[in-house]
């Protein structure tokens, strides 16, 4: 499993976003993708993310597990998730 979370500079929420995942970076790893870059942007597409910030749960094979799109959500939520 691994965490991507889509941000991008003007996102008021963003921030929160990424601070979800520097805390749970040490249980799994956590991608980070700025959609103002091209790559981001690109990720973004692939994924169907439509808004930020967009927190998504994926398997290995990068099929969505769990999303949290436009919001962020408890920590609690996320860690209950990652734990199955």
């Not at 808004?51 to 998504?56: A, G, H, K, L, R």
């Given at each position: 499993?691994?965490?991507?979370?889509?941000?991008?500079?003007?996102?008021?929420?963003?921030?929160?976003?990424?601070?979800?995942?520097?805390?749970?970076?040490?249980?799994?790893?956590?991608?980070?993708?700025?959609?103002?870059?091209?790559?981001?942007?690109?990720?973004?597409?692939?994924?169907?993310?439509?808004?930020?910030?967009?927190?998504?749960?994926?398997?290995?094979e990068n099929n969505e597990l769990e999303a949290w799109r436009g919001m962020v959500p408890k920590i609690e939520n996320v860690k209950e998730k990652i734990?199955?």
């Open positions: 499993m691994k965490i991507k979370i889509f941000w991008k500079k003007d996102c008021p929420n963003c921030p929160q976003a990424k601070k979800i995942g520097e805390m749970i970076e040490d249980k799994l790893e956590v991608q980070y993708c700025d959609i103002d870059t091209v790559e981001g942007l690109s990720e973004a597409c692939m994924l169907n993310v439509m808004s930020t910030p967009t927190i998504m749960l994926l398997d290995k734990s199955r």
